[in-house]
Nanobody, 122 residues
Framework: QVQLVESGGGLVQAGGSLRLSCAAS????????MGWFRQAPGKEREFVAT????????FYEDSVKGRFTISRDNAKKTVYLQMNSLKPEDTAVYYC???????????????WGQGTQVTVSS
């Protein structure tokens, strides 16, 4: 069982940066792949980034490549999403999730946080 709590969301101007954190509980955090997803009003939840258990494999959704960076610290049981050069279209609720397999599909993920709001003003 893994419980996830996101933090770090907020309001930022276009071009600014935010760093999201996702703190996990449970002894098996280091065995899970971790992902970040986002959901804007009226839209489906979409993949943002994912990282394998070791941090050695990373994948990003095309629109965030070069702007967002996913990382993890297994000793701290925390996964991060550094978001730079933010755009108004990045506005959404951001969720972290844990899965036993590295995947971009939300259906693969077994555990989810409650989400944190990111709002980018133009």
């Amino acid at each position: 069982q893994v419980q996830l709590v996101e933090s770090g969301g907020g309001l930022v101007q276009a071009g600014g940066s935010l760093r999201l954190s996702c703190a996990a509980s449970g002894r098996t955090f280091s065995s899970y792949a971790m992902g970040w997803f986002r959901q804007a009003p009226g839209k489906e939840r979409e993949f943002v980034a994912t990282i394998d258990w070791s941090g050695g494999r990373l994948f990003y959704e095309d629109s965030v490549k070069g702007r967002f960076t996913i990382s993890r610290d297994n000793a701290k049981k925390t996964v991060y999403l550094q978001m730079n050069s933010l755009k108004p279209e990045d506005t959404a609720v951001y969720y972290c999730a844990a899965a036993t397999l590295l995947s971009g599909s939300p259906r693969t993920y077994d555990y989810w946080g409650q989400g944190t709001q990111v709002t980018v003003s133009s």
